[in-house]
């Protein structure tokens, strides 16, 4: 949008394209990485929510105790990260199993056995299955290498 706006403005504007080029990937930037904590965030909550309910019954005093208990457990995950020196491309690599699973494969199973979603069976589901499936194996691949 900013290469069209950048043909159509004149150039007298006064250096407003590339301020606003530079307030947008900022702007890109924050957002994706908000996404990612607010998604990592809900998933650790629903963790030790899960956890808890095991061992206790929940309370008023638990809920307000949880964001504390979240962050805590997030410091202490990346901190070990960090001390353990974990390459994130081989974090990557280790998976992408689940993520073939869980995005590819699991969705093709469902559309084949769930009457009401017998009407999205198309060459495309084979497709996207054969893709979990090469997503699924790719991790072998990397005990294979020397």
Do not use: H
């Amino acid at each position: 949008a900013l290469a069209l706006m950048a043909k159509i403005i004149p150039e007298n504007t006064g250096g407003f394209i590339p301020v606003l080029s530079v307030l947008l990937s900022i702007s890109a930037i924050l957002t994706s990485f908000f996404g990612i904590y607010l998604g990592f965030y809900d998933a650790l909550s629903g963790i030790i929510i899960n956890i808890a309910d095991r061992f206790i019954v929940r309370g008023k005093k638990f809920n307000n105790f949880l964001p504390y208990l979240v962050t805590l457990t997030a410091i202490v995950l990346l901190w070990g990260w960090v001390v353990a020196d974990v390459s994130t491309m081989a974090l990557l690599q280790w998976t992408v199993g689940t993520f073939g699973l869980v995005s590819c494969l699991i969705p093709c199973y469902l559309i084949w056995r769930v009457p009401s979603l017998q009407k999205y069976k198309s060459p495309a589901v084979i497709f996207v299955s054969l893709m979990g499936f090469m997503l699924v194996v790719s991790p072998l691949f990397k005990l294979l290498e020397k």
